[in-house]
């Protein structure tokens, strides 16, 4: 995950090969360095989504097709990526495109019916960006917790530390190294874990 935003964006459609213009769409949106991968919508694709080694999944399909339901869902599962469906012209007329709709809604996916506008993408795209930083410095920060966290415990099962005196160890070691609480931690956890 890049902190500059989404540095893989990850395409299912369901005819094979890619689509210059929705790649030209892409480069307009995403001013930083990114890679593009274009999936079949199939099981081939549907493992890539599962895979979750993207920023920004787009899927391009109709709006009812319960294979592109199906591949956005998988994307939920991965707290820092986005969905953007592309959607066959609709009215959204049917039940069935109802129900989808609210289904892909109810995912987090943010709907664009073609025929598609630079503007409109742009803004989906961008939205999609700085969700993606501020979802990967929250995941970070959480991550960095469960590190300090684990590090206290051992500190107080291994030199009887209350958790008040592990946290201030911590903090006091941190400053005086000129590191982060986390780089500490971890170093807490490779001193005291590898002497099991």
Known sequence: MSSTGIDKVLILRREAGASRVLENFIMNSLKHPHEI???VLSDKGNRAAKKGDYGLLIVESSI?????????????NHPTA????????????SEDEKKAKEKLLDMGATILVKPLKQSAFTTAIQSADMAHIRLGALKKKLDDEKVITRAKLLLMQTLGFTEDEAHKFIEKEAMNSGRNRSDVAYEIIR???SGN
């Open 191 to 193: 001193t005291y874990e």
């Open 82 to 93: 986005s969905v953007l469906f592309l959607a066959d012209e609709t009215t959204f007329s």
């Open 37 to 39: 991968v274009w999936e």
């Open 64 to 76: 009812s097709d319960p294979a592109a339901i199906r591949a956005c869902h998988s994307a939920v």
